[in-house]
């Protein structure tokens, strides 16, 4: 006698059949008759026709007819709302009933019917019951809440439903209390600032007494509201941490987790010399373990939690890298997970254990963990300097296997020892280049002409093994392109006598016959460099690249703290913050580790290292994804040198390069073809920017830099436009014109050297007169490429004040030299004296008045600024942008005054008092300064600044 | 919080569907499907997988995949470990957790969920509370339902589910008063082909079955109490008493339940009782291969070794095995290549060995892998690590109790590398 009889009935009409018995006198022919609708209902039959005849059932003192009319209805109240109402009457009536079991049942089932005809009729009895004498009805009340909240949230804080779950925190009974955290948790998920759960020492303390008494459940809904609380200091962090300790102990995983989380984020501000810290450290490590001994799926979860507290606290389970040995038998997703936990745990004490299983797990069956096993040989070459070499080793052992992708996977990793031991390990070239011909994966192919292309010098028949990959060029990925592109145009700057054909075979079938953008932007940038400044190209072509490091994989530390705060939630399977992927969860609040007391260490500085507490926190190299790194995407790896695109200032060249210029490109007259060189010209006046040695900024890319740097100047210093200082006539051709500007503290001229003459100019050069404040380039004009005719260069030249000083009249004059080629040409401009003007140059208001009083009155002088229509705040905010600060304002019979400070490079303090009377456009300036001749010229700024 | 479940069977169609809140589409399953199609075990789903709206969290328990539903972010933990008392739940009352035990209960199984959630929150989870609410289905039960027309829904709110211990039911009553506790130990080993062990660890569980009447309250105390440094409890015992003096102290649930479970963990040293001596051997260009394995005690305590079975995976090449075992039976799967070899017990005295030679694919070249060799075994009357119960005492009640504790230890992940 089972249930499946229910769902044996005769063939014609079944629903009519159902209702018949429904309708009997019976009870027990009414009460199968409700079975078999649930057992129908259960497979997905519609039986919501009978929705008159099971209600009816309802009103029945018989508590399992009850139930079960209960279960129907709850799925198709939905569906039928209008007869739904036809049960508010028994709810509410059971409401009201003295067995408490049924007054909670009624109220557990009127919550769960989602028609919001009903939810009205449910207030009054809600609110009864989360005052019911029994604590079992009080408890099922709270859940309620957070369901009717679910159906209409707006009701619920109407009714002041939320009030009274709060009051439920307090409750003598630590169920109705774990319910009610529970019901507020969930509420407050759509209400991220809504502050329901407002935690302060007292309910803490109440929480954690319920801890100790509810079920595992509600233990484990407490623990993750405790841990959204932030102790005041140390000693209270202690003690929630000792009254938390025993749950590590319980036989309910997830209750473990949320104690874990607990504790890691509370220990945060523990003195680390205390000795309890070091207590809690031991007390951590034998719960994690055990949860390895759990089912695979527990395991699972388990171990993408121990990932990320292994690279918060390595301390913990430094000892206990024995269980994250790999089972044959694991699932494959529990053998992955292992693996990288043994390389975050791998040090030089256990690296010979940890090889040697390594080698082991790279003879199993399945493709992908043999793959990870390689790889992990690799990662810890480079993370444990000692095992270099056996790890090298260990890799040939597995060559040697001639397995197809093992011997793949390891000439991959071969390739980041090169790069992270340069210079040590090339004697495994040979070996290497044995099984060229058994790569077939774009990664491993890429990865050995890397090798081929960075050690051309010592493998005589480099450009042999280069032109035998470059036949089915077309064929290959992108990646592997990209490579070989790279590949050669090292070899030929190393070896450029034999291969100078090659070269040009693979420029060609990179810019011209592929489709490929990316390719032939690479292809076009080394012909460019290699055509036009053969140096410069070394430099960026054989940069000595940055040495790798196992940071790589680490999870950056800002979000690696945000994780540890969420441990044992959805974000820490998948570690990204749960505002990345959590939908409904608006605007989450992002936690933060709190900060240590006392030490004076802060939270920002996670102690990663093993070693000691000082070890900074590891750099992270941005991923490939990194915007520029994508553009020229150097050697696989994230360049150092990120070339920018010269696209801005290409505009003339563009179209030649593509046409014909490009052939004469290789034949070596520089600068013989007009056409070309305008598009050559340009790319190198973004180069030292882009190589980030010098600090001078080309043209696009100043205007970022000054957004970067102008960082509280609210309106940007103004900069004059650009005037001819020498026309063409006076300067055998060459025209300069230029201005000058100061952006983020960097004082710099702008140049735009215009050929106007027939042939092209080189080797530029600048220098200045002494003057006033010292001015002189601060690097030499970076003008790399010749200047052919009718091509203008802008050059940002940035200046230091650190000069040689001679008093000039008038006292802004420069007097500036250029050399090309072919003559020195002089000339004289004049700065803005806000060129001077610092950032530190507010000056404190007490200063001020006694400043202002001690200047002699004799050196005050007065000007008239005309024509501003500008109310106070709007001029002060424009004088802030060219460093002329507002200090303070007074406002005297409709007249305000502004008092203002300027400081010099020098050290001058400048005075002034600018009076703006509403209605009138004409200020009153008064400047007061101890070397009066520069008042004019501040007077001159004030105007420009305020004019434009 | 847990918004729906879906049980699927085998042949990957979902036979019960149950919500706790709104109604989430079936189809919802299709990303599960996806999963299960990728993966090439039955058993390599990952247990958590996203889906644009929802995450689905499943185990797969007797072969019935258990997939909730969530919605919000819920610790995947808190998911899992329930799915695991559902499982365990079903076992109770049906015996068995199969498709068929669930589909024949199905009213009794919707009650049981409907309980055991309320809006996605665990309601009643422990079994003595649920059996309160809701009776098992006996034969007899049925019959006597059909005959007095009463029902298997309790009528009383149950006790325990209010009480400072949730866990115990009042007024129980035994005619016969007995607690037994068994000592289950399980080496979980990697040993390497020199024989050496890699690590070994032990999973060590106390499993109670108590019947005492009334409200007993007992202290279990150990010879050796210091080798429990990690130890997952009972919500019943006492954790401060323990803390203190390494005592258990605790009033038991009725019946059967799991008092503690701790971890002898690879730091320590684990005795290895059973030794493997074995020739796995291919040589290249021949179609045959050579295979020789014997077993032997030690570390044993004198006790034997019983129950012992020898499984391996052998390599994808290997066409079939022709092996002379000097006891016991063995069998080889020419499809999913797996050797076991059923041992029974081990003699001391007369070593049990397996001999023979493999055969080949004509032409395939020596196999690269190297099989594990996976090994069951069991040995009564002894725990492995040493641990021995001192003494077991009863206080709140008066009568004298029957009391008996067995120990046994087993192979756990017990595997040996070639």
């Known amino acids: ?948 | 919080m847990i918004h729906s479940l879906f049980l699927v069977n085998a042949s990957g169609d979902i036979f019960l569907e149950k919500h706790w809140k709104s109604v989430v589409s079936r189809s919802v399953c299709d990303y599960f499907f996806e999963a299960l199609e990728r993966a090439t075990e039955p058993e390599n789903v990952p247990p958590v997988i996203p889906t644009p709206h929802h995450y689905l969290i499943n185990v797969l328990r007797h072969r019935i995949y258990f997939v909730a539903v969530i919605q919000s972010e819920v610790p995947p933990l808190f998911v899992i470990e329930f799915l695991h008392r559902v499982v365990d739940t079903f076992q109770d009352y049906f015996g068995v957790c199969t498709e068929a035990a669930i589909k024949d209960n199905v009213v009794v199984v919707y009650e049981l969920l409907e309980e055991m959630l309320d809006n996605g929150f665990p309601l009643a989870t422990e079994s003595n509370i649920l059996k309160e609410l809701i009776k098992p289905p006996t034969i007899l039960r049925t019959v006597v339902n059909t005959i007095t027309g009463s029902t298997n829904v309790g009528e009383q709110l149950p006790t325990g589910q209010l009480s400072v211990v949730p866990w115990r039911r009042t007024g129980v009553k035994y005619t016969n008063n007995e607690a037994y506790f068994d000592v289950v130990e399980e080496i979980d080993a990697i040993i390497d082909k020199s024989g050496s062990t890699i690590t070994a660890e032990i999973q060590g569980v106390i499993d109670a079955c108590v019947k005492l009447t009334g409200m007993p309250d007992l202290t279990l105390s150990f010879m050796n109490p210091r080798l429990l440094d990690d130890v997952s409890f009972h919500p019943c015992v006492r954790f401060k008493r323990w803390e203190a003096e390494r005592i258990l102290s605790f009033i038991p649930p009725d019946g059967n339940f799991r008092l503690l479970s701790y971890h002898v963990s690879s730091q320590n040293l684990v005795a290895i009782p059973v030794y493997v001596k074995h020739n796995i051997s291919f040589r290249e260009g021949s179609s045959q291969g050579r295979f020789e394995l014997t077993l032997g005690p030690k570390q044993t305590m004198g006790k034997a070794v019983e129950s012992v079975l020898v499984s391996s995976q052998l390599p994808r090449g290997v066409l079939n095995a022709n092996l002379n075992p000097s006891q016991g039976t063995y069998t080889f799967d020419p499809v999913t290549k797996l050797l076991s070899w059923d041992v029974g017990k081990i003699n001391p005295q007369k070593l049990p060995s397996l001999k023979g030679s493999m055969s080949l694919q004509a032409g395939a070249s020596k196999p690269d892998e190297n099989p594990t060799i996976n090994i069951q075994f069991k040995i009564q009357q002894l725990a492995i690590s040493g641990l021995k119960v001192n003494r077991l005492d009863m206080y709140g009640e008066k009568y004298k109790p029957f009391k008996g504790i067995k120990y046994m230890t087993k192979a756990g992940k017990f595997q040996v590398r070639t």
């Open chain 1, 1 to 948: 006698m089972t249930d499946s009889k229910y769902f044996t009935t005769t063939k014609k009409g079944e629903i009519f059949e159902l209702k018949a018995e429904l309708n009997s006198d019976k009870k027990e022919k009414k009460k199968e008759a409700v079975k078999k609708v649930i057992a129908s209902m259960t497979v997905g039959k519609d039986v919501s026709a009978l929705f008159p005849d099971v209600v009816n059932c309802m009103q029945t003192d018989n508590l399992e007819l009850k139930k079960l009319v209960y279960l129907y209805l709850m799925n198709y109240a939905k569906s039928q709302p209008d007869m739904a109402i036809m049960a508010v009457n028994t709810f509410v009536k059971d409401c009201e009933d003295p067995n408490p079991l049924i007054r909670a049942l009624a109220v557990r089932t009127m919550g769960c019917i989602r028609v919001d005809k009903i939810t009205e009729y449910l207030c009054e009895p809600l609110r009864k019951c989360l005052k019911d004498e029994d604590p079992y009805v009080r408890k099922t009340a709270a859940v309620c809440v957070a369901k009717l909240h679910d159906i209409n949230a707006q009701l619920v804080e109407d009714q002041g439903f939320l009030d009274t779950l709060k009051d439920l925190i307090s409750d003598s009974n630590p169920m109705v209390v774990a319910n009610a955290v529970a019901a507020l948790s969930e509420i407050a998920e759509s209400h991220p600032n809504s502050n329901l759960l407002d935690l302060n020492p007292q309910t803490i303390n109440k929480l954690l007494t319920a801890l100790n008494e509810c079920t595992e459940w509600g233990q484990i809904f407490i623990l993750d509201c405790l841990a959204n609380y932030t102790p005041r200091d140390d000693r209270e962090s202690q003690s929630i941490c000792e009254r938390v300790t025993p749950r590590l102990s319980h036989a309910n995983s997830a209750v473990v987790l949320s104690a874990v989380k607990v504790l890691m984020k509370f220990m945060e501000m523990l003195p680390k010399d205390l000795d309890y810290y070091g207590t809690l450290l031991k007390k951590l490590a034998p719960p994690l373990v055990t949860l390895l001994s759990a089912e695979p799926e527990l395991q699972y979860v388990a171990l993408r939690n121990i990932n990320l507290i292994v690279q918060k606290r390595p301390e913990i389970l430094k000892h206990e890298m024995k269980v994250f040995f790999v089972k044959y038998n694991d699932p494959i997703y529990v053998k992955l997970e292992k693996l990288d936990i043994m390389i975050r745990l791998a040090s030089q004490a256990n690296i010979a254990q940890v090889l040697a299983e390594l080698k082991e797990y790279a003879t199993e069956v399945d493709v992908d963990f043999v793959r990870k096993a390689v790889r992990a040989i690799g990662r810890c070459a480079i993370k444990v300097e000692q095992s270099a070499e056996r790890c090298v080793s260990t890799l040939l052992d597995l060559i040697q296997t001639k397995v197809n992708y093992v011997v793949q996977e390891a000439i991959v990793v071969i390739k980041d020892i090169f790069r992270k031991y340069p210079n040590k390990y090339e004697s495994v070239i040979a070996t290497l280049c044995e099984n060229l011909d058994s790569l077939d994966e774009p990664e491993a192919r890429a990865a050995m002409i890397w090798i081929v292309g960075e050690y051309a010098e010592r493998i005589d028949n480099a450009d042999e093994l280069l032109e035998s990959f470059l036949e089915g060029f077309h064929d290959e990925s992108t990646q592997v392109q990209l490579q070989l592109l790279t590949a050669i145009v090292k070899l030929f700057l190393k070896k450029p006598t034999e291969t100078q054909e090659l070269v040009q075979q693979v420029l060609s079938l990179a810019t011209q016959d592929s489709d490929n953008p990316d390719l032939r932007d690479r292809g076009y940038i080394y012909w460019r460099l290699l055509s036009t400044d053969p140096v410069a190209a070394k430099e960026v072509v054989l940069a000595e690249k940055p040495l790798i490091s196992e940071e790589t994989d680490l999870i950056e530390p800002t979000l690696l703290e945000e994780l540890i705060c969420h441990i044992g939630t959805l974000a820490s399977v998948y570690h990204k913050p749960p505002s990345a992927f959590v939908e409904g969860s608006r605007g989450v609040q992002h936690k933060r580790l709190p900060a240590r007391a006392g030490s004076g260490e802060s939270a920002e500085s996670p102690d990663v290292g093993q070693s000691g507490p000082t070890e900074a926190p590891p750099a992270v190299i941005p991923s490939q994804g990194d915007l520029l790194g994508d553009l020229l995407n150097l050697d696989l790896a994230p360049p150092t040198a990120t070339v920018p695109s010269v696209q801005p200032s290409m505009q003339m060249g563009a179209m030649d390069l593509l046409g014909g210029g490009l052939d004469s490109l290789l034949g070596g007259d520089i600068g013989g073809s007009p056409s070309m060189g305008a598009g050559l010209g340009a790319a190198p006046a973004a180069m030292p920017a882009a190589l980030g040695s010098a600090p001078a900024v080309g043209g696009g890319l100043g205007d970022l830099f000054d957004l970067g740097g102008g960082v509280g100047m609210p309106t940007g210093a103004y900069v004059a436009p650009k005037t001819v200082w020498i026309p063409a006539m006076k300067a055998k051709g060459l025209e300069i014109s230029g201005t000058f500007a100061r952006r983020g503290g960097i004082i710099q001229m702008d140049l735009s050297l215009t050929n106007k003459a027939m042939s092209v100019m080189t080797d530029f050069a600048i220098q200045f007169n002494r003057n006033s404040f010292g001015l002189s380039p601060a690097g030499p004009l970076q003008v790399l490429t010749p200047l052919s005719p009718n091509q203008t260069i802008d050059v940002s030249l940035p200046l230091s004040t650190s000069g040689p000083v001679m008093k000039m009249e008038p006292l802004n004059n420069l007097q500036v030299a250029v050399k090309n080629n072919i003559d020195v040409f002089y000339f004289s401009c004049q700065y803005p004296l806000s060129l001077l003007f610092v950032e530190d140059g507010k000056m404190e208001r007490q200063v001020f008045l006694a400043t202002w009083k001690d200047i002699p009155n004799d050196n005050e002088a007065q000007f008239q600024i005309k024509d501003i229509h500008l109310n106070s705040d709007a001029a002060s905010n424009k004088l802030q942008g060219s460093n002329i600060f507002t200090i303070a304002k007074r406002t005297v019979e409709g007249q305000d005054m502004l008092y203002q400070s300027v400081k010099l490079t020098n050290g001058i303090w400048v005075l002034a008092e600018m009076r703006i009377q509403t209605g009138n456009p004409n200020y009153t300036l008064s400047i007061k300064c101890r070397a009066p001749e520069v008042s004019q010229f501040v007077f001159q700024c004030y105007e420009l600044v305020l004019k434009n």
